[in-house]
């Protein structure tokens, strides 16, 4: 079902890089919260899982992720460049500092920018899942069903009855 929901979620509806990157921060802050006793409907709180991309698909889920980071660090080396331009004083740097820190926050970004956000493999996979999980609990089987016919070459062994599902 994971495979599928990020199978649809590349074909029809990418997410920009920058909102890749405010997600990650998001659930990050989010699981941090929830370590301290605060509780997020943002937070990962499960077992990591794997699910199998075919080759095409797992290289444009890697190339989106690395295009989201290379955004965010160009985005900080542009402010870095109009913080310095803004406030050129080398008695000045507490307020280029707060200058970049202010755009980041209100960009849904870390507000250390040293520290851009950590986009890790699952990030792409909780958006696919959080896309998903707005769809009737037929049509997120249905879709399954249909991705692992057409992605698996092997029929399931465990459940002899998957070879007689119907659509």
Known sequence: MIAAAVA??????????LDLARYAH???????????????????????????????????????????????????????????????????????TLWVIGHFTRLGLPTMPARAPRITGGVIARMAIDRAGRRSVDRVIRAAVDYAAATHDQPHRARRDMHRLTP
């Open 26 to 96: 998001r659930a990050t802050e989010a699981q941090k919260q929830a370590g301290q006793g605060h509780p997020s409907k943002h937070a990962p709180v499960h077992q990591p899982v794997s699910f199998y991309l075919p080759q095409p698909l797992a290289a444009r889920y890697e190339q989106l992720r690395h295009a989201a980071l290379d955004h965010v660090h160009e985005l900080l080396r542009s402010l870095r460049k109009q913080a310095h331009d803004l406030y050129p004083g080398a008695d000045q740097k507490p307020d280029r």
């Open 8 to 17: 649809d979620l590349l074909d029809h509806a990418p997410p920009a890089e």
